[in-house]
């Protein structure tokens, strides 16, 4: 089954508990294969698994978007110890170059944790492209084989606080499933983590731009107010990852108050917007109605409906953030059961944010929807020419609208990249749905 002529990846099964499954992952697979694979592994096995493969890093990677770890982190420590521990079919994996690990969670595993959390995210350099690390160097995945790697040993099966190099139980079966529960944990809390501070940085470029134009005082106030919650979320984040525990000095509370505030003030908008929606609807509207309740929607700077909705997605991205660092928070009080008490926590609070989510892209269907009219008095017989520009500009506008909407597949997997450099450190770039 193996072809020589390709180059060959190696691929790690990991679990988060010791569990029973058949033998169906002994041989070299094709990417197609594996896919289906984890698939099966999913749907059969009471615990979660996921794939881990080692690729050669690209040359023309993009580390911008990355979260560094230092190589005492717990995610380093036990990406290194994983490689030690299990022998690979291609050498030792990453001992002296850097390596691109990619850990993919299979759908089934991925929408108990990422719904309302990683959504795609449109590429600027390409139109359909989404963004993600591997993007660029797909053409190495697709034309690889997938090595399973010898399971003989596991790694640490205990929480986020667990010791690191404490060798685990062997594997559960012949499959060679690597009990990993710390490292897939922090795989997922750090890809999702990086995920939404990506979003936070393109929606913070938007409405920086936008209030360049508008002027707006109150809307100044709003945006400096979310981003100033950054600092303690970054501090936060960093005493986490190395297995600390957040004390009120970080000031997150704080923080927490203030995007609470702002979501809740995106909420109120979002209600008007509907509200207004609902008044339209069968029946064409004018642009002076429209321009009444969503102001500044034709002007093709943004506008201010433009800038509220910017400040929605910012509000929204940094709550993922916090909901992401109180999740693990939540699954380092409970040692043994770490990354199911995770997803247990994001969902506690996530459903809050999907709705909103939805909320914002119905209107924004709805507007793209339209049917605009222009603005009638007594003596009108025909158009002029500056009416015509004038709904065709607005009409293509809200066209555009319809376009920014980000639809989540619930069957997708989501892939997590990890950049280890030969000092073990690692960069996390984002969480991505593939």
């Known amino acids: 089954m193996t072809n020589s002529g390709l180059p060959a990846v190696p691929v790690w099964t990991l679990t988060t508990q010791e569990v029973n499954v058949p033998e169906i992952l002994a041989d070299a697979v094709s990417p197609e294969r594996l896919r289906e694979l984890r698939g099966v592994l999913a749907a059969m096995a009471a615990a979660p698994i996921v794939t881990l493969e080692a690729h050669p890093a690209p040359t023309d990677l993009d580390r911008s978007t990355g979260m560094p770890l230092d190589a005492a982190s717990p995610l380093a420590t036990h990406l290194s110890n994983l490689i030690k521990q299990t022998s690979t079919p291609v050498g030792q994996a990453g001992a002296s170059s850097e390596t691109l690990y990619r850990m993919v969670v299979p759908a089934k595993v991925a929408s108990e944790w990422s719904s309302g959390l990683v959504k795609p995210m449109a590429s600027k350099a390409a139109a ?117 525990r957040i004390g009120a000095s970080v000031g997150l509370g704080n923080a927490v108050h203030t995007i609470n505030t702002a979501v809740a003030q995106a909420e109120h908008r979002l209600q008007t917007w509907k509200k207004a929606l609902k008044r ?57 059961n770490a990354f199911e008490s995770f997803v247990r926590a994001i969902k506690t609070d996530q459903r809050h944010l999907e709705e909103l989510e939805a909320g914002i892209a119905e209107v924004l269907t709805g507007l793209s929807n339209l049917e605009l009219d222009r603005a009638r008095g007594i003596r009108d017989v025909v158009f002029s020419r500056g009416e015509v520009d004038e709904l065709l500009h607005t009409s293509h506008l809200l066209h555009e609208l319809g376009n920014e909407i980000s639809i989540e597949d619930p069957r997708a997997e989501v892939a997590i990249e990890m950049l280890r450099a030969p000092n073990g450190s690692v960069t996390v770039f984002p969480a991505h749905a593939i």
Do not use: W
Not at 187 to 214: M, N
């Open 128 to 244: 359909g492209g989404i963004y993600g690390a591997l993007t660029k160097s797909s053409g190495i995945a697709a034309q690889a084989t997938f090595i399973p790697v010898a399971g003989g040993k596991a790694a640490a099966a205990g929480a986020v606080g667990g010791s690191a190099a404490t060798v685990g139980a062997t594997a559960a079966t012949a499959t060679a499933l690597t009990v990993a529960a710390p490292l897939v944990l922090m795989a997922v809390a750090v890809g999702v983590s990086a995920h939404a501070e990506q979003k936070r940085q393109q929606a913070i470029e938007k409405i920086t731009s936008l209030l360049e134009k508008l002027h707006d005082d109150a809307l100044q106030q709003e945006r400096t107010a979310l981003n100033g919650c950054r600092s303690a979320i970054e501090t936060a984040t960093a005493i986490l990852l190395d297995q600390g």
């Open 280 to 336: 339209f609807q069968g029946r064409r509207v004018g642009l002076a109605s429209l321009r009444e309740k969503f102001t500044g929607i034709d002007d093709g700077n943004g506008g201010l409906f433009r800038a509220h909705l910017d400040i929605a997605e910012l509000a929204i991205a940094l709550k993922k953030r916090v909901l992401v660092l109180q999740a693990v928070e939540h699954a380092q009080m409970d040692e043994s």
